[in-house]
């Protein structure tokens, strides 16, 4: 079974400074690993996707995460938050089967200020 | 294409109705998933569809709830005597299977409310 842990339901980060959701997975089988975010009243957006490869991944808006298997960690970091990143961020699991359903975490609240 | 599309987006419906909802997927996608979302969780995975066929259900998905998705192309999820339990955010992704594709593309839900 896979699962993940968002550490923090609530991060709040000033305007222009580093953004750091914190995201631990377990999986039995090499993980393809996401970070989605999700505006009010929306869908869930893509950011960026670990699958194979390069363990530093770049998403969009600025955003990146790194996989790091011995740490079982797929953080998400931003290097100077602004205010539209403000938003419910979760990060998910994948197993390498061809399934490809995911299992999300419970989210992070990122509330920016000025 | 301009995504996945979700009908309707909101719905409130008093206990013990039948309610149903869409999701039509972008067209080439040949996978559709439903999850569901209560406050302040995650989504949760319902069910999936390979083409036409369901694939995989969840243990969530009890016998109130029955998904369709007839020649593979849009979806209905239908949920029968709806209980209080039921008030979620239903949330439909398609995806194009296959290896090393797995970024989905959510809809932005229907939200149903059971009164």
């Known amino acids: 079974a896979q699962s993940v842990t968002q550490l923090g339901s609530h991060v709040s980060v000033s305007e222009g400074a580093l953004v750091l959701l914190r995201c631990n997975y377990s999986?039995?089988?090499?993980?393809?690993l996401f970070w989605y975010v999700q505006y009010p009243n929306q869908g869930l957006q893509l950011l960026l996707k670990?699958?194979?490869?390069?363990?530093l991944v770049k998403g969009i808006n600025g955003f990146e995460a790194e996989f790091k298997k011995s740490e079982t960690s797929f953080h998400l970091t931003k290097p100077s938050a602004h205010m539209s990143d403000a938003a419910e961020y979760f990060c998910?699991?994948?197993?390498?089967?061809?399934?490809?359903?995911?299992?999300f975490g419970t989210g992070t609240r990122l509330q920016v200020t000025l | 294409d301009t995504g996945v599309s979700q009908n309707p987006r909101h719905k409130i419906t008093k206990r013990g109705q039948n309610v149903t909802f869409r999701c039509d997927p972008i067209?080439?996608?040949?996978?559709l998933y439903w999850y569901r979302q209560t406050l302040g969780q995650g989504p949760e995975f319902l069910t999936y569809?390979?083409?036409?066929?369901?694939?995989?259900k969840s243990r969530l998905l009890s016998d109130r709830f029955s998904a369709e998705r007839p020649k593979g192309s849009f979806s209905t999820l239908e949920i029968q005597r709806t209980e209080q339990g039921d008030s979620a955010m239903y949330l439909c992704?398609?995806?194009?299977?296959?290896?090393?594709?797995?970024?989905?593309?959510f809809g932005s839900g229907t939200r149903l409310t059971v009164v």
């Open positions: 569809f390979q083409n036409e066929a369901q694939l995989e």
């Open positions: 998910a699991v994948s197993d390498s089967g061809t399934a490809s359903k995911l299992t």
């Open positions: 670990y699958t194979t490869g390069a363990t």
């Open positions: 992704a398609s995806s194009l299977g296959g290896t090393g594709d797995y970024g989905y593309t």
């Open positions: 999986s039995s089988v090499p993980p393809y």
């Open positions: 067209s080439e996608h040949n996978r």
